[in-house]
Nanobody, 118 residues
């Protein structure tokens, strides 16, 4: 089992920056990849960015060049980050931390709300 806890959401003006954090604990050695997804009311959860255990990254076209995903591995914890720059109104969403383990089980955090205002 993997536990994920996000933080860092909040209210920011368009053009501003925000950094999301996710702390992963539990069976972290089994984590294959991690990522960030986001969801707005009435829409499906959508991929924002992913990072593999080897450090390979993947971004949604809508955030390329503006968002950066990174991870730090500690002894019993993995820290996942999402640096969000040049934020746009359409980036407003609940952002979820995600982990995929070696058994292809999916784990999700409870989400953190990001609101971009004009």
């Amino acid at each position: 089992q993997v536990q994920l806890v996000e933080s860092g959401g909040g209210l920011v003006q368009a053009g501003g920056s925000l950094r999301l954090s996710c702390i992963a604990s539990g069976s972290i050695l089994m984590i294959r990849s991690m990522g960030w997804y986001r969801q707005t009311p009435g829409k499906q959860r959508a991929l924002v960015a992913t990072i593999s255990s080897s450090g390979s990254t993947n971004y949604a076209d809508s955030v390329k060049g503006r968002f950066t995903i990174s991870r730090d591995n500690a002894k019993n914890t993995v820290f996942l980050y999402l640096q969000m720059d040049s934020l746009k109104l359409e980036d407003t969403a609940v952002y979820y931390c995600h982990a995929l383990d070696d058994r292809y089980s999916n784990y999700w955090g409870k989400g953190t709300l990001v609101t971009v205002s004009s």
